[in-house]
């Protein structure tokens, strides 16, 4: 009868024994857990920027933060990752195995709109990610040609005052606006949208512009001269050419200390097929957003334009004909105009 006693005093002290130990377990597993993900995610998400608030950015919001250089810092990580996977799930030809049909015109191909740029176009380069808040912006009327549809704008506004906060000296934002031909609705309708001498705008053209430029237009640079692609032998630029690289524009305006440009707009009639290794060289500041018209398809470039942009990190957020230009692009629709924002590259973080 003792032993039997025992035997049951036994089996008790060892369920309570089980159970302490279950309880101690789903206490600190939690905190376990997470540390863990941490110290195995560290090297996988993007180091954040410095020219962004990383300390006000909350936990849910940190993985859409850290991937996009706190642009996104109130999308939570369930929705993000929602993102992500349209992007995986997208494709860029129709026909992967022949990418470059139809991307030229031929005489007498039958039906003829199988083998001109629109066809192309329509067949390849899909948007593949979305902004929630995009929006067209372009002075008082933001319908017909020359409006660019910018990502978010109210977050390039929130970061800018964040950034003046930390250091008054800062710049804010910064657009970058290449090809204007004399229209500034652009940078008007961003002055608008984000604020009165919130952003610095510096604006390209190789026509002389400048006694046109809107005295509104706050803080507000004029710069006569085109983009062309960067010489790598120009170690100091030479004021008074007509055209620069992007590292010599940014030499001679003084930016070289600019962490970020946030909108980089560009219409410079076909040179990005010949610049766009620039935008993303070493020593030039991070473009944030792109807004780009493509002209035609440049056999030899086209595939390579949109790759390399892809695999720095920049997702095509939005896509659109331009049917309203002049010769030599009016034939066949051989415009489009693309808008592009940077979320960090394959090699730094696992949103690809």
């Known amino acids: 009868m003792a032993n039997r006693q025992a035997a049951g005093n ?22 376990f857990l997470k540390n863990c993900n941490n110290a195995s995610g560290s090297e996988a998400v993007a180091t954040p920027r410095t020219w962004y608030n990383t300390a006000a950015v909350a936990d849910e919001f940190d993985l859409a933060a850290s991937q996009s250089y706190g642009f996104f810092d109130d999308v939570p990580a369930k929705s993000w990752n929602l993102y992500r996977d349209i992007y995986l799930k ?40 979305s902004c929630a808040f995009e929006k067209r912006i372009g002075g008082e009327n933001t319908n017909g040609d020359g409006p660019k549809w910018v990502c978010d704008p ?53 026509g002389d512009f400048s006694h046109i430029m809107p005295k509104n237009l706050k803080r507000a640079h004029y710069h006569q001269w085109g983009l062309e692609r960067q010489d790598p032998d120009i170690d100091v630029p ?33 040179c990005e097929w010949d610049t766009y290794m620039d935008w993303i060289a070493e020593g030039i500041p991070l473009l944030h ?22 695999a720095a990190g920049y997702l095509r957020y939005h896509k659109e004909a331009n049917i309203l230009v002049a010769a030599p692009w009016a034939a066949f629709g051989q415009c489009f105009e693309y808008g592009m924002v940077k979320v960090c590259s394959p090699a730094r973080c696992h949103f690809f």
């Not at 036994?10 to 905190?31: G, T």
């Not at 690289?245 to 560009?266: A, C, M, P, S």
């Not at 792109?290 to 002209?295: A, D, G, K, L, R």
């Not at 398809?297 to 086209?302: C, S």
């Open 90 to 129: 997208s494709q860029n030809h129709k026909d992967p195995m022949n990418p470059m049909d139809g991307s030229q015109i031929i005489v007498n191909v039958t039906p003829a709109w199988m083998s001109i740029p629109a066809t192309w176009y329509q067949n390849n380069y899909e948007p593949n990610f």
């Open 154 to 206: 109210h977050r390039i506004k929130k970061l800018a005052l964040e950034r003046v906060a930390r250091d008054p000296n800062n710049r804010g934002c910064v657009v970058y606006s290449i090809g204007s031909n004399g229209d500034f609705n652009f940078e008007l309708g961003m002055q608008k949208e984000i604020g009165e001498g919130i952003c610095e705008y510096h604006i390209f053209d190789m």
């Open 238 to 270: 030479v004021p008074g050419k007509k055209f620069y690289g992007l590292r010599d524009t940014i030499r001679l305006l003084g930016h070289e200390d600019l962490d970020v440009i946030d909108v980089f707009k560009i219409d410079c009639e076909s």
């Open 289 to 310: 957003q792109i807004q780009v018209e493509t002209h035609g398809v440049p056999i030899e470039k086209a595939l390579g334009f949109f790759d390399t942009l892809e």
């Open 10 to 31: 036994h089996k008790i002290a060892c369920v309570a024994i089980l159970l302490l130990f279950y309880c101690l377990c789903v206490s600190i597993y939690p905190s």
